[in-house]
């Protein structure tokens, strides 16, 4: 069964940083578009940023646009999202998900192109 597992969340100082991974088992993740969502306690679930098979096109919510950046290693078979100048509004469980016809986009009507999701990873920004 084809896997995704998400690494890196933490308790985190506003201003501070993290970087999470997300590791691709029993399928080759290069050939598959990347995104990372969000969902913070009571809320909707909300796209982050995602990037394509290439690692030459990404996206990013206005909300993360400048303080986080998506990254790919296809010979890792790993996804990361390094987040800088978190803010306590970034506390979420965050997932990553790959899709093969996923055309990376962050809104939620985009995520239906998404095949495989990860377990979540907990970010928790507060002092």
């Known amino acids: 069964q084809p896997q995704l597992v998400e690494s890196g969340g933490g308790l985190v100082q506003p201003g501070g940083s993290l970087r999470l991974s997300c590791v691709a088992s029993r399928f080759a993740l290069k050939y598959y578009a990347i995104a990372w969502f969000r969902q913070a306690s009571g809320k909707e679930r909300e796209g982050v940023s995602c990037?394509?098979?290439?690692?030459?096109?990404?996206n990013y919510a206005e909300s993360v646009k400048g303080r986080f950046t998506i990254s790919r290693d296809n010979a890792k078979n790993t996804a990361y999202l390094q987040m800088n100048s978190l803010e306590p509004e970034d506390t979420a469980v965050y997932f990553c998900a790959a899709g093969l016809n996923f055309r990376c986009g962050t809104r939620e009507e985009d995520s239906k192109f998404l095949e495989f999701w990860g377990q979540g990873t907990l970010v928790t920004v507060s002092s």
């Open positions: 990037i394509d098979s290439s690692g030459s096109i990404s």
